[in-house]
Every structure is written in C-alpha cells, then in structure tokens.
C-alpha cells in the first residue's frame, strides 16, 4: 500500500479526541493524527494495550500521544476524561466517536440487560462524547465530529442484532448532529468501514474461503485495511471536506450500492 502521507495543515496542532483508540481501525486513526503533528488524545479500556501504542509511536515517530483508560459505557467517566483533557491540552476541536464492539450474538440469547449493553458500547456514548465537546468547538468557531458507522446493518447482515441497530442508529445521530451543531460551524460526518482486516478480525473470522467470497462481493479486490478507513477519517476532520456535514461515506470495497 502507498504510505505516503497528506498533510493537512488545518489539523495540525489541533486538539484531537478519539474513543477506542488502542487497537484496530482506531491504533490506526490515532497514528494518522499523530503524523498530521495534532495534539492527540484517545480513550481505551484497555490499559495494557493503550500503553504500547504510546510507546510505539514515541519510538517509530518520536511523536507524543495521549492515553486515558476509560469505560465509555460509563458516561460519568467518559466526561471526566473530556475534562482532563481539556485542561491538560487545550479545547476540543476534533472529536473521532470510534470505539464499538462486534461480538455476534443469537437472537434468543439476548436479554434485556444484553441488548443495553450492546446500545451503552456501540452508540450511547457517541452522543454523550459529543455532548460534552461541542462548546469548546462553538467557541472556537468551527469543529469536526466524525462518527464510525458499519456497513454491517446496509447489508442486512446477521447474528448480531443488537451490533447492527446500533451502528445504523449512528447514522440517525449523525444527521440530528449535523442539523443541531451547524449553526456554530460544527461538521458532523460518519465513515462507514466494510469489512476491515484489524488482528481481531484475523483471529476470529478469517478464513481462507471467507476471503475468497469478499474479494468476489468486493469491486477492489484486496481485503481493506485499518488505512483505508483512518485516510478518509483525516479528510473529514480537516478543512478539505469543508462543504461536507451530515454525510454517510462508505468504504467497502464496492459493494453496499
């Protein structure tokens, strides 16, 4: 793949938040802001794994990140990250609503405490994350939110009910957003991944004959990558995707039409 980089200059030195940001599509986001040189922050429950990509970035780029363990499904904690950030680099003026969970489920073993769960970890906190930002972005006078959808629900994909309706609950928000927050020249956009090769996935899913029938449903025959959705995140952060609010972009290799 071509690892050349864009630079966006509008980004640079901007204050940027991303949830999820310790491992997959995320890791990935995160060391694409890292190289556009912008004030990088990003949550995780994860510590372990949170750690080791702020080291890995400080030795392959000499470039310091953020990291704060936080339990997104918890919004009191969610808040209390936004605010340690705030005072430690300054006011938002990027939000990237990243972090999800995928794990399949049967429709019968779903309980009512289980389909909470899957709404707290794959769209409650995108709203409340957003909540808590856009003031710092009002007076600033401009803002990005970018919110990470899935092509999964555009598909009619299956065994995981509670997964997909929130992800296609996530386009919903992104346009009430969009409508709500432009008045203050806050752009709300959604990139929709299809399906993207991270190590969870290779662990789980991938098998050769699974490949197989992607790269036959897919227009681009190669299987994505992390890059392909983190590329098009920098674009609608930054001040080139000026025009665009309340968009749904998909990148899937060419097959949701």
Request: hydrophobic share 40%; aromatic share 8%; glycine share 8%.
């Amino acid at each position: 793949m071509n690892k050349e980089i864009v630079k966006y200059s509008s980004i640079k030195d901007k204050v940027v938040i991303i949830t999820g940001g310790a491992s997959g599509i995320g890791a990935s986001i995160v060391e694409q802001f890292a190289l556009q040189h912008s004030k990088v922050a990003f949550l995780d429950i994860n510590e372990k794994i949170g750690k080791e990509l702020v080291n890995k970035i400080y030795k392959k780029f000499k470039l310091k990140i953020y990291f704060i363990k936080c339990d997104l499904k918890k919004i009191s904690d969610l808040k209390e990250s936004i605010e340690y950030i705030k005072k430690s680099l300054g006011p938002i003026s990027i939000l990237i609503n990243n972090a999800a969970n995928d794990e399949r489920h049967n429709i019968d073993d779903v309980t009512p405490e289980y389909w909470d769960d899957r709404m707290n970890i794959n769209l409650k906190h995108f709203f409340f994350a957003a909540q808590a930002v856009y003031k710092d972005m009002k007076e600033l006078g401009k803002g990005t939110i970018v919110n990470i959808g899935s092509f999964s629900w555009m598909k009619g994909q299956g065994g995981m009910p509670g997964y997909t309706t929130a992800k296609s609950g996530i386009m919903g928000l992104t346009r009430s957003l969009a409508r709500d927050l432009g008045v203050y020249n806050i752009r709300v956009n959604c990139v929709v991944p299809g399906w993207i090769i991270t190590e969870r996935q290779k662990e789980l899913w991938l098998t050769p004959e699974i490949e197989k029938k992607q790269l036959e449903d897919q227009c681009i025959k190669r299987m994505l990558v992390p890059d392909d959705i983190s590329k098009a995140v920098l674009f609608f952060a930054s001040d080139q995707s000026s025009g665009c609010t309340a968009q749904n972009y998909v990148i899937d290799g060419g097959i949701v039409h």
